[in-house]
T-cell receptor, first 109, second 114 residues
């Protein structure tokens, strides 16, 4: 049974880089890792997705080691508006997706 | 240019009184998902439609049903809501079911059961 775990919460200051890890020990060979951001009373929003090594887009980077049993979302120079809950999402079996436990990020001024 | 729309945003029902939540999409995606998200928890997949093909999760209670009359609309029916069904219900869509396809979420419907 796939299980994804994340730190419950993190605090950071504006302008700092934040790294959030997700452990997914039973990830399937062909599965990708996707990260979502969720603000209160809103649906999750896609941030980034990757399969291995490193992926970067305009808002984040995703680092995935060779064994793919974990992944790290990196947010460069966070601002107050990055305060949200961050979830990793991996597949479990056929067409089933499991959200990680979620990390509540609080960015302080 | 809303892409996934959920109505209503807030729904109050009484214990045992059937309720229907609505989701529509303008993306023309083949897949529509329903998730349940309880307070301070991650979203939990209830079921999904791939086109007209319904796929129920094994642990989804029979109290939860869904309908998809056409590509654009999908409904979540809760036949006899209990206090434990109070939650945010999220609808999402994706073009296909492959792992690389992004899921687009609606804003959710917050259900209160009195």
């Amino acid at each position: 049974l796939a299980k994804t775990t994340q730190p419950i919460s993190m605090d950071s200051y504006e302008g700092q880089e934040v790294n959030i890890t997700c452990s997914h020990n039973n990830i399937a060979t062909n599965d990708y890792i996707t990260w979502y951001q969720q603000f209160p009373s809103q649906g999750p929003r896609f941030i980034i997705q990757g399969y291995k090594t490193k992926v970067t887009n305009e808002v984040a980077s995703l680092f995935i080691p060779a064994d793919r049993k974990s992944s790290t979302l990196s947010l460069p120079r966070v601002s107050l508006s990055d305060t949200a809950v961050y979830y990793c999402l991996v597949g479990e079996g056929t067409y089933k997706y499991i959200f990680g436990t979620g990390t509540r990020l609080k960015v302080l001024a | 240019d809303a892409m996934v729309i959920q109505n209503p945003r807030y729904q109050v029902t009484q214990f045992g009184k059937p309720v229907t939540l609505s989701c529509s999409q303008t993306l023309n995606h083949n897949v529509m998902y329903w998730y349940q998200q309880k307070s301070s928890q991650a979203p939990k997949l209830l079921f999904h439609y791939y086109d007209k093909d319904f796929n129920n999760e094994a642990d989804t209670p029979d109290n939860f049903q869904s309908r998809r009359p056409n590509t654009s609309f999908c409904f979540l029916d809760i036949r006899s809501p209990g206090l434990g069904d109070a939650a945010m219900y999220l609808c999402a869509t994706s073009r296909t079911r492959t792992y690389t396809d992004t899921q687009y979420f609606g804003p959710g419907t917050r259900l209160t059961v009195l």
